[in-house]
C-alpha cells in the first residue's frame, strides 16, 4: 500500500488531529485491554464470544490506527512515540491476564508480588485460552536443579523429587543416573521422601502442564530464557512473561531500523508493534515465540545492512529459538554467502552443546509432536478428509501432501528469489506463510513466524488473517473442533489470497486503471 496520502507528490504533513485521533485510539484500545484482562478464560460459550468481541474491536482500533498512521508525515517522531508507548502500555497491561479475575487493585498487586516471589501459584491454569507457559517454568526448573530438560517428560517418576520444597538430594540423585537401574532406584527414593516431606508450589506448576508425558519440544535458546527466568525469579509467571515481551520489543526496535534503512516510513511498525493477536499471545499468554519474532527481525536488519556474519549468527539464533526458520537458510545463504553456513552451524553446535548426552535425544519431543499433533489446520485438513476415501491412513498422506506443498512453494519461490537484500523478507514472510498454512497444527501464534517480515514486505494479507485465525479459539467452548468453523476461517483466507488476482482481473476487463495497493501474498 502506499506509504502516505499524496498532493502535488508530496506526502501530507502529520497534523495535530491525526495525532490526537492516533492517541484517542490508543486509550480506546487500553480500555478493551484492561477488559481483556480481567476475562475469565474458562471454557464455555459466554467466555469464547467475549473474548471475540473484545478481540474484533481490538482489530477494528487497529485497523483505524493503521489507516491514521498512513495519512501521517514521514519520520514523525510523536507518531512513533505514541505507537511505541501504545505497544509498551498494552503489553504491561495483559501481563496480569490468568490471575483470577474476580480480584482487582491491591489484591491483585499482592498476587504479582507473591508470584514473583515464588512462594504459591497465584495464576490459572489459562492465560487466555493458553497454558503452554508452565512447561516454560518447568523446563527452568528442571535445567536449574541439574537435569537435562530433554531426558524426562514432566510426568516421569523420576523428577518427583524436584517439586519438594527442599529437592536437593533428588538433584544430587537425578545428575548422577546414568542407567535404567539407577533410575529406579532415584524413583523408589522420591517416593519415601514425598511421603516425608512437605510438596512445593512447583507440584501445582507441573500438574498445569500440559501433555505431561512427552518430553519437551522446545529448543536450546528457549531453553537458556527458560533458565534465565528461573534464576530471575523462579517460578514467577509474571517474570517470564516480561522477558518474552522484552524480546518482542526488541524486535520492534529491529523493525524500526530496517524500516529506515530502506528508506520507509518507520510508522508502519504499527502494523506489528499494535497487532491484537500479538499482544494477546505474548504478553497475555506468554508464548516462547517472541524469542524467535526477535531473532527474524534482527535476521532481517542485519542483511539489509549488509552486516553478513551479525544475519549468520542471528539466522542461527532464530532456528535455536524455533527449528521453523530452517526453512529461511536458502534465501539467507544466498545474500551472505555460503561460507557463512559454517558459521551457522558453528552457533547452532554451541546452542545445543549442553545438551548433548548420548543417551538422550533433544528431539523426542518434537518428533512426536510432528507425528501426532493436528489442530485448526487447512490444507491438511482437506487432504486427509479427500484421502480418507482411498487409504486406511489418510493423516500419513496428508502429511506427505503437505510436506510437498511446502516444498513446492519453497522451491518455486527460491527461482523467482532475485537475491536482494531488499527482497529478503519478501519472500521469507511468504516462505514461512507457506511453512504455517500447510502445517497440521496452525497455532494462532504461529502467525508470529510471518508478521515481523510482513511488516517489511507490506503483506497485508497476513495482519488481515492475524484476525481471522481468532477463529480457532473456538476449541475453547466444548473442547471439540468443528468443521464450518474451519471452512469459514480457510475461506476468508482463501477469499483474501485471490482478491489481488480477481481486482486485476476485472481492471483489465473493465479498464480502470489500478493504483499501487502492494497487496502482495508471494
Known amino acids: 500500500m502506499d506509504d502516505f496520502i499524496v498532493t502535488d507528490g508530496k506526502p501530507l504533513r502529520a497534523s495535530w488531529p491525526r495525532l490526537c485521533a492516533l492517541v484517542v485510539l490508543l486509550l480506546l484500545s487500553e480500555v478493551v485491554y484492561l477488559a481483556l484482562q480481567q476475562l475469565n478464560a474458562v471454557n464455555g460459550l459466554r467466555p469464547v464470544v467475549t473474548f471475540w468481541i473484545e478481540m474484533g474491536a481490538l482489530f477494528a482500533l487497529y485497523a483505524a490506527a493503521y489507516f491514521v498512521v498512513l495519512r501521517l508525515g514521514e519520520r514523525e517522531k510523536p507518531a512513533l512515540f505514541i505507537i511505541v508507548l501504545g505497544a509498551v502500555m498494552f503489553r504491561l497491561t495483559l501481563l496480569p491476564a490468568g490471575v483470577p479475575h474476580e480480584i482487582s487493585g491491591v489484591a491483585r498487586l499482592r498476587a504479582l508480588k507473591t508470584d514473583v516471589q515464588g512462594t504459591e501459584v497465584v495464576y490459572e491454569r489459562f492465560q487466555l485460552f493458553d497454558d503452554d507457559i508452565w512447561r516454560y517454568l518447568w523446563d527452568g526448573h528442571v535445567w536449574a536443579n541439574g537435569v537435562n530438560p530433554y531426558r524426562y517428560a514432566p510426568a516421569d517418576t523420576a523428577l518427583d523429587g524436584l517439586t519438594l520444597v527442599q529437592p536437593e538430594q533428588s538433584r544430587i540423585a537425578l545428575r548422577q543416573q546414568t542407567d535404567a537401574a539407577a533410575k529406579t532406584r532415584a524413583e ?58 522484552l524480546c518482542e520489543l526488541l524486535a520492534v526496535l529491529f523493525l524500526v531500523l530496517t524500516l529506515r534503512q530502506l528508506g520507509q516510513s518507520v510508522l508502519v511498525v504499527i502494523l506489528y ?27 532481517a536488519f542485519f542483511i539489509v545492512r549488509g552486516a553478513r556474519r551479525a544475519a549468520a549468527i542471528s539466522i542461527a539464533l532464530a532456528i535455536l529459538a524455533k527449528l521453523s526458520p530452517a526453512i529461511l537458510l536458502p534465501f539467507v545463504l544466498r545474500r551472505i554467502g555460503w561460507r557463512n553456513l559454517l558459521l551457522v552451524g558453528a552457533v547452532l553446535l554451541c546452542g545445543y552443546y549442553p545438551f548433548l548426552d548420548p543417551s538422550v535425544n533433544p528431539f523426542t519431543g518434537m518428533q512426536t509432536f ?129 482478491w489481488p488476482l480477481v481486482r486485476q482481473r476485472w481492471g483489465e476487463c473493465s479498464g480502470v486503471p489500478q493504483n499501487n495497493l502492494n497487496w502482495e501474498t508471494s
Not at 518430553?215 to 537458556?224: E, K, V
Not at 508493534?273 to 535476521?299: E, Q, R
Request: charged fraction near 10%; glycine fraction near 6%; charge should be negative.
Open 188 to 245: 523408589s527414593s522420591g517416593t519415601a521422601a514425598l511421603e516425608a516431606s512437605e510438596e512445593s508450589f512447583w507440584s501445582d506448576i507441573r500438574d498445569n502442564i500440559n501433555h505431561a508425558d512427552v518430553p519437551t519440544i522446545y529448543t536450546p535458546l528457549a531453553q537458556f530464557i527458560f533458565r534465565f527466568s528461573h534464576a530471575i525469579a523462579p517460578g514467577s509467571v509474571t517474570v517470564l512473561k516480561g522477558l518474552l515481551v
Open 273 to 299: 508493534a499494535w497487532n491484537p493477536l500479538m499482544v494477546k499471545v505474548f504478553a497475555g499468554s506468554g508464548h516462547a515465540d517472541a524469542i524467535l519474532v526477535a531473532a527474524l527481525a534482527a535476521t
Open 370 to 498: 510432528a507425528r501426532e499433533w493436528q489442530f485448526n489446520a487447512g490444507f491438511f485438513a482437506l487432504a486427509q478428509w479427500l484421502a480418507g476415501g482411498v487409504t486406511a491412513h489418510p493423516a500419513f498422506v496428508a502429511r506427505a501432501l503437505s510436506g510437498l506443498a511446502t516444498l513446492g512453494v519453497i522451491s518455486w519461490l527460491l527461482w523467482r528469489d532475485d537475491l536482494m537484500a531488499e527482497s529478503f523478507a519478501r519472500f521469507g514472510a511468504a516462505a514461512m506463510g507457506a511453512l504455517v498454512l500447510f502445517s497440521p497444527t496452525v497455532m494462532p501464534w504461529y502467525l508470529s513466524w510471518v508478521l515481523p517480515l510482513a511488516v517489511i514486505a507490506r503483506q497485508h494479507v497476513w495482519f488481515l488473517f492475524s484476525a481471522i485465525v481468532c477463529i480457532a479459539f473456538h476449541i475453547m467452548i466444548d473442547e471439540t473442533e468443528h468443521a464450518p468453523a474451519l471452512w469459514l476461517e480457510y475461506g476468508l483466507l482463501l477469499a483474501l489470497l485471490s
